[in-house]
């Protein structure tokens, strides 16, 4: 109820323009993101520090075949874990120059975040390592950025971990 009187019940004009004028380039963005991110997760299992990639776009992923066969592409938010915990996370995320930090994932721009301390924080740490959620993962949601820019991002803040 207070909602509603505080905002209305409607956009205001303006507002719905801009979102019906982001609409039309939707799939445009979104299908160069998952590019970028099949490039991005590739990376990502090369480097020395990262103990595993989450992504079902790569073939190592356990429901690999079911994504292929559900999606047309795999997404653009690449699950990786880094080596050393919650401080080499840490180090990793403060490191990075291009991709940003935060807990809204979802944006035009590449974003990253922490997982045990952002979306699962109020779970028990027992809760979150029964879910696989470590103190070392990081979440990147991959944006429109070049990918190679991206890729050397992520290698330089790695080797802060």
Not at 17 to 23: I, P, Q
Not at 75 to 88: C, D, L, S, W, Y
């Amino acid at each position: 109820q207070s909602y509603l009187r505080n905002t209305g019940p409607t956009l205001a004009p303006f507002n719905a323009w801009v979102m019906l004028k982001s609409l039309e380039t939707l799939d445009l963005r979104v299908r160069e993101m998952c590019r970028h991110a099949m490039g991005v997760a590739d990376a990502l299992g090369q480097e020395a520090p990262v103990a595993r990639v989450i992504y079902p776009g790569r073939a190592d992923h356990p429901q690999h075949n079911l994504a292929r066969a559900q999606m047309e592409m795999p997404g653009n938010i690449i699950t990786f874990e880094v080596k050393g915990g919650r401080p080499a996370a840490f180090a990793v995320v403060k490191a990075l120059k291009i991709i940003d930090i935060s807990n809204n994932l979802g944006d035009a721009k590449s974003l990253i975040t922490h997982p045990a301390t952002t979306t699962h924080q109020r779970l028990t740490p027992e809760a979150r390592a029964e879910l696989g959620v470590t103190e070392g993962m990081l979440r990147l949601s991959v944006g429109l950025e070049d990918p190679q820019d991206l890729i050397e991002d992520l290698a330089q803040a790695l080797k802060a971990a």
